[in-house]
């Protein structure tokens, strides 16, 4: 069996040596290892197999993995999706939750590995990106501030203006839970776009260690979840 070397950083990336005696193939390994990450990243769901073929992988590091992509893409979409100016630690956490439950539905397929004439290593992944972001309209997200503004008896500029910071994050918090409670809702109407296939490679270097090429994981994790629709079918 190899044994697969894991790099610290923020992009998921590992690397495994080959030049063990007495081992069964490479790319079976490579296999069972761009499996596991997987699951390990998007399912929190690892087996033996998959710690057995890391080095120095236990099962606190799988979940610690998986936590840290949640908490990642919690972010992703607290500040860069959703209209939020003041989002608080709340807003983070219930983002986290509402983002475990939708990668619980990420779907996808590992095809056996190959070794090309280069001597790098190959794995071919097909995903189903989850369409869920678009389901949340403009239309209900700006329904939903007039209804807190009206709710809390803001009905003027004048009155927006003459808040707080703290006054306007307790609004903003609220709406962000509006907004996620309805994401979270809306997980029972998603659905896949359009299959991707994506192409991950791995390179020997001067150690005899593969390592994942980070660009190919990086656009897998940008298709696992359609934040634009842009796969939809």
Not at 70 to 92: H, Q, R, S
Not at 180 to 185: A, M, S
Not at 192 to 215: N, P, W
Request: glycine share 4%.
């Amino acid at each position: 069996m190899r044994r697969w070397r894991r790099a610290l950083a923020a992009a998921v990336t590992a690397a495994f040596l080959t030049a063990l005696s007495g081992c069964q193939s490479t790319t079976k390994d490579a296999t069972v290892y761009v499996k596991g990450e997987l699951d390990a990243t998007y399912l929190g769901t690892y087996d033996q197999a998959y710690i057995d073929v890391v080095k120095d992988m236990t099962e606190a590091d799988a979940k610690e993995q998986y936590e840290n992509n949640v908490k990642w893409e919690a972010e992703i979409l607290v500040d860069n999706v959703l209209p939020l100016d003041m989002p608080t630690d709340a807003v983070y956490e219930r983002a986290e939750e509402v983002i475990a439950k939708i990668y619980s539905y990420a779907k996808y397929t590992v095809a056996d590995a190959e070794k090309l004439k280069s001597g790098d290593l190959a794995v071919e992944v097909t995903v189903s990106p989850i369409e869920i972001i678009p389901l949340l309209t403009d239309d209900f997200m700006q329904q939903s501030w007039y209804d807190i503004l009206d709710d809390n008896g803001i009905e003027t500029q004048d009155q927006m203006d003459a808040l707080s910071d703290d006054e306007y994050q307790v609004l903003d918090e609220k709406y962000a839970m509006v907004l996620l409670d309805e994401l979270e809702r809306l997980i029972d109407d998603l659905t896949y776009g359009e299959d991707q296939v994506i192409m991950l490679q791995m390179k020997k270097d001067s150690d005899g260690y593969y390592t994942l090429v980070e660009s190919g994981w990086q656009k897998l994790d940008e298709v696992m979840i359609d934040y634009s629709g842009t796969y939809a079918k």
